[in-house]
Nanobody, 115 residues
């Protein structure tokens, strides 16, 4: 059974930082590309950052220079370090895994940034 479990969300003031974690089980983690997405109320889900199995990263323009995605294959975990947070970063954040067209999603963690 595949499980992706996000943690680390919460309430933070603008300018603050949070680190999200996504622990995976039931997949060969090292083979999977991993991604972080977010969805704000009334908006569609959007890609925040992704990292391939080889470690190449990609970021949405809105988070470049502020967010960093990383992975620890020994811990089957992907991270999203979020710095200089803005109120517009408020959303539910989801991680996903992708391998040979098979996509799995976590249940999400809420990030709320107050102004």
């Amino acid at each position: 059974q595949v499980q992706l479990v996000e943690s680390g969300g919460g309430l933070v003031q603008a300018g603050g930082s949070l680190r999200l974690s996504c622990a995976a089980s039931g997949i060969i983690f090292a083979n999977n590309a991993m991604g972080w997405y977010r969805q704000a109320p009334g908006k569609s889900r959007e890609l925040v950052a992704s990292i391939t199995s080889a470690g190449s990263t990609n970021y949405a323009d809105s988070v470049k220079g502020r967010f960093t995605i990383s992975r620890d294959n020994a811990k089957d975990t992907v991270y999203l370090q979020m710095n200089s947070l803005k109120p517009e970063d408020t959303a539910a954040y989801y991680c996903n895994s992708v391998y040979l067209g098979i996509i799995n999603w976590g249940q999400g963690t809420q990030v709320t940034v107050s102004s």
